[in-house]
């Protein structure tokens, strides 16, 4: 329950979050340094957003599988970028059962390794292919710096892998996949998002090709929301993955990774969240509806609780609350409620009763409505279909108010403090790392979608072809 109002956003913006992921009864830090405990409340989000995603990547092909926890240290040293980019945040594994192992075991950072072993074991024909998995799990990175659902040593997520017959099939897989996590980002979360490909500098350790969603937050920084990585052969290299083709020659299959995490969740909070506390897209949020019952005496009490259950029933097709809570008072539920971002709220008092109406009050704006108590379902549905419109376009708003084409160098520095920068960018790693070091603004990625012609690097002058998002990111 809450004690005490939330920092303001504007004043302390982590704080703000920190604060309101507790508070809201989302998650709770854990004994072991940088891990956390997903609390019913936040389980119950992330079981909706897993839902979302499960039901898209089943109606592309894809289907559920489940491995291994321990990988031997000798399958992540097969293939060399993908060990060296993931050497910092391995755990380790040496004694099991009292005695020192023979091969050190990690405990799982990501499955490319794993499971290419096995699919080298499983693939031996053209007819095996495509191979479409994904998996539900939880890896460990031993982060230095950990947030609650943005960074931790623990997380839970969904990786793709998939293998396949030729490159193109491949790459057609990863971009399919992005844009996949693009679809439900906007249509579920109501998360607007940029598709970009990585720079070199950025993609993923051992890939040739990354591409991610990034969105921006309510205090304009970025956030990497979901990647998806072309591996070429580099897997099918390290691990022997080949088949037969049609023509009986051995050739080496193409692979693909993607994954999104609870990560996603610290996004929802970022984008929609206000001073009062979470705002719930209604197609992921725990609860669409609390309904709460207001009276002062007996009479009233039975009154309103008998048409609060007559109302129950024909919301039965949502996910509701009726908050029957005797201890406290309806301003108390009211708060607590907002702070919990539901949606939205239905009260049913003694005026309400003697009228046949309830009275309904959205969490996305201020103000109450009153609608008839019959007809209430297709009200809510047209309401909670409104909510989760206004909320993406109220981000999308945010984001466009928040990206600017800066002239020059020097603007560019100014605009990258509290804003992303879409400018022109040579390419080049030198420059790239140049303006981390100067703005602390890294690259987010070249957008899919190009304006197209040529201009000149916003830091170097040099010819360019791409344009670049640079923000400061989580």
Not at 10 to 31: G, I, M, T
Not at 372 to 385: H, I, K, S
Not at 421 to 448: F, M, S, Y
Request: glycine share 6%; proline share 5%.
């Amino acid at each position: 329950m809450p004690e005490e109002r939330l920092p303001s956003r504007s004043e302390n913006f982590s704080e703000w979050y920190n604060q309101l992921v507790l508070k809201a009864e989302l998650a709770d830090y854990a004994p072991v340094r940088g891990t956390m405990v997903v609390r019913p409340y936040g389980w119950a989000l992330w079981e909706n957003i897993t839902a979302a995603l499960d039901s898209r990547f089943k109606a592309t092909g894809h289907v559920n599988a489940a491995f291994p926890l321990f990988i031997p240290m000798s399958f992540l040293q097969k293939e060399k970028d993908h060990v060296e980019g993931f050497s910092p945040q391995l755990a380790v594994v040496t004694i099991g059962g009292g005695e020192e192992l023979e091969e050190p075991l990690v405990v799982r950072p990501t499955s490319e390794t794993i499971i290419g072993h096995m699919y080298a074991k499983w693939i031996e024909s053209y007819r095996d292919l495509p191979v479409l998995i994904n998996v539900w799990n939880s890896v460990v990175r031993w982060e230095l710096r950990t947030k609650l659902f943005l960074r931790t040593t623990e997380f839970y997520w969904q990786e793709g892998h998939t293998a396949h017959a030729t490159a193109e099939e491949a790459k057609a897989e990863t971009r399919q996949m992005l844009e996949v996590y693009a679809d439900f980002a906007e249509n579920e979360a109501a998360v607007p998002v940029v598709m970009v490909r990585k720079s070199e500098s950025e993609k993923f350790a051992g890939g040739v090709n990354s591409y991610s969603i990034e969105a921006m937050m309510g205090d304009t920084r970025a956030l990497q929301a979901g990647t998806s990585h072309y591996l070429g052969e580099n897997f099918a290299k390290a691990f022997s993955i080949r088949y037969l083709d049609r023509d009986n020659t051995l050739q080496y299959v193409s692979t693909t990774s993607w994954g999104l995490s609870t990560r996603f969740v610290g996004a929802i909070i970022m984008v929609h969240g206000d001073d009062q506390g979470l705002v719930l897209p209604p197609r992921l949020a725990p609860f669409q509806i609390v309904i709460v019952p207001i009276h002062k005496n007996e009479e009233q009490r039975r009154a309103v609780l008998e048409q609060t259950e007559a109302i129950r029933q024909s919301l039965g097709d949502f996910r509701l609350k009726v908050d029957d809570r005797e201890e406290v008072t309806p301003g108390f539920k009211f708060n607590d409620w907002e702070m919990r971002g539901v949606p939205l709220r239905v009260e049913i008092g003694p005026k309400d009763v003697e009228q046949g109406q309830v009275t309904l009050a959205r969490r996305d704006e201020k103000g109450r409505t009153h609608t008839p108590a019959e007809g209430v379902a297709e009200v809510v549905r047209a309401t909670l279909d409104e909510i989760q419109a206004n909320m993406l376009t109220k981000a999308r708003e945010f984001m466009r108010e928040n990206t600017h084409d800066p002239a020059d160098y020097a603007e560019f520095q100014e605009v990258v403090k509290a804003g992303w920068a879409d400018v022109w960018w040579c390419a080049e790693a030198d420059c790239e790392a140049k303006i981390k070091q100067e703005t602390k603004a890294t690259n987010r990625g070249i957008p899919l979608d190009q304006t197209g012609g040529e201009g000149v690097c916003i830091r170097c002058g040099d010819p360019a072809r791409e344009r670049a998002i640079f923000a400061r990111a989580y």
